[in-house]
């Protein structure tokens, strides 16, 4: 067995997948081999390495939480930033683009395809906590929020926390659309709203 | 959301007593001793706690109203994790085509605690996790493509044959053995040789 016979080898290697012919012959070659032998132990520590990461505790609460929304319905919830941002930095990139090139207009636009679910990831920034804040949110023409039938406002109390405040919207775009979509948010006395342009996205129903 | 065929018991073999009881009741008795496994499997997919709670509770939310079709899954578990699986390529795509929209305020406002946008802090739990190699694991699994982690996962974790997956997941088998072959090839390219020797291997 050659070096590159060996390293076509070594996924069924680490697997247990070779039959006695074939692990015969790649133990032999590993007996003579320091470097495939080198190849072999760091693919198996690299594997152990990844099967040894555990997950942080589960969150105390979050079971009977995550289970009551699902079988009673919620309003939707705000997302920690960090998490989010650690996975869709690029992501974040992008919307900071563009947020730039559309801030003279002080609306922002969203594009949307028609009959087809999408999250509206809106960022919320408080300079500092607020408790029990009052935000409303209310649909433009032809916009359902996704689980929500018919409903075309929803109002509910809400805590922000200092810094960006993440909301995942699941909307559905049925048509054109020329209103936009408002979002409402008051805290003791004041109150400040929010809008959004939500187009219709062509491009994007063609491609379905 | 697939289809269950593969998972799914004889109708008889369900009980009428499970079948007149409240959804709700039926939904926590099958779903509660399977949140733990969902949120593990989660968090290897995202490598991040708030997005794998995130992905546990869109399933839980999405599988609440077919509780009645729960209940014919001879094997729940291969199932679900099929389920977080499409759920977590679903949202990692449609999180690419759905930009963070930062809302701008219709009027100005003065000393409006909504105005401001401090900078990010880290958490404690980003901060260890930054640290030493647990951190430099994760890093490495995030450089992976959606699918060649949910095959790591999937099959080196927890252990489902290839064969499992191409059917849990209904995908070709060579399919997957070149996801896994490429994965695992870039694991060790981006986690070099030293500290993944045999006798200093990672410790948690």
Redesign the interface.
């Known amino acids: 067995m050659e070096c590159r016979d060996f390293t076509t080898q070594l996924d069924d290697l680490l697997d247990g997948q070779l039959d006695a012919l074939r692990q015969k012959s790649v133990q032999e070659h590993l007996g003579r081999c320091p470097d495939c032998r080198r190849r072999h132990e760091h693919a198996v520590a690299v594997r152990e390495a990844v099967c040894k990461l555990s997950p942080p505790a589960l969150h105390p609460g979050f079971m009977d939480q995550a289970l009551s929304r699902a079988t009673r319905g919620t309003h939707p919830r705000w997302h920690p930033v960090l998490g989010m941002a650690l996975a869709a930095t690029l992501v974040l990139g992008v919307a900071v683009g563009a947020f730039l090139t559309t801030r003279p207009e002080s609306v922002q636009t969203v594009a949307l395809t028609i009959d087809r679910p999408e999250t509206v990831r809106l960022m919320f920034n408080s300079a500092k906590p607020l408790k029990a804040a009052t935000l409303s949110l209310a649909l433009p023409e032809n916009v359902e929020f996704v689980g929500y039938g018919d409903r075309r406002e929803l109002s509910w109390q809400t805590d922000l926390r200092e810094g960006g405040n993440l909301m995942q919207l699941p909307l559905i775009v049925r048509g054109a659309t020329k209103d936009e979509l408002v979002a409402s948010l008051s805290h003791d006395g004041s109150s400040k709203t929010f809008r959004l342009r939500i187009e219709v996205d062509d491009a994007g129903k063609r491609g379905m | 959301m697939p289809p269950v065929s593969p998972f799914r018991r004889t109708r008889a073999a369900t009980s009428q007593y499970r079948r007149a009881r409240p959804?709700?009741l039926n939904?926590?008795d099958l779903?509660?001793p399977q949140?733990?496994y969902l949120?593990?499997l989660a968090?290897?997919f995202?490598?991040?706690?708030?997005?794998?709670?995130?992905l546990?509770?869109d399933v839980?939310?999405k599988?609440?109203p077919r509780t009645r079709e729960l209940l014919e899954i001879e094997r729940l578990r291969p199932w679900l994790a099929r389920v977080l699986y499409h759920q977590y390529v679903d949202?990692v795509r449609?999180?690419?085509?759905?930009?963070?929209?930062?809302?701008?305020?219709?009027?100005e406002?003065e000393d409006?605690?909504?105005?401001?946008?401090?900078?990010?802090?880290?958490?404690p739990?980003?901060r260890a996790e930054r640290s030493g190699?647990?951190e430099r694991?994760?890093a490495a699994?995030?450089r992976l493509n959606p699918e060649q982690r949910a095959v790591?996962a999937m099959h080196?974790?927890e252990g489902y044959s290839?064969e499992e997956l191409a059917t849990m997941l209904e995908t070709p088998l060579g399919t997957l053995?070149s996801r896994?072959?490429r994965a695992?090839e870039r694991?060790?390219a981006l986690?070099p040789?030293e500290p993944?020797?045999?006798g200093e291997?990672?410790?948690?």
């Open positions: 959804a709700a939904f926590e779903l509660r949140v733990e949120y593990r968090w290897r995202t490598g991040s706690v708030a997005d794998a709670e995130d546990v509770q839980l939310i599988l609440y949202s449609q999180r690419a085509r759905s930009p963070i929209v930062e809302l701008v305020a219709d009027a406002g409006n605690p909504l105005d401001a946008l401090p900078a990010m802090k880290d958490g739990e980003e190699q647990r694991i994760l699994l995030r790591v080196d974790v290839l053995k896994l072959h695992r694991l060790r986690l040789m993944f020797s045999a291997r990672v410790k948690q």
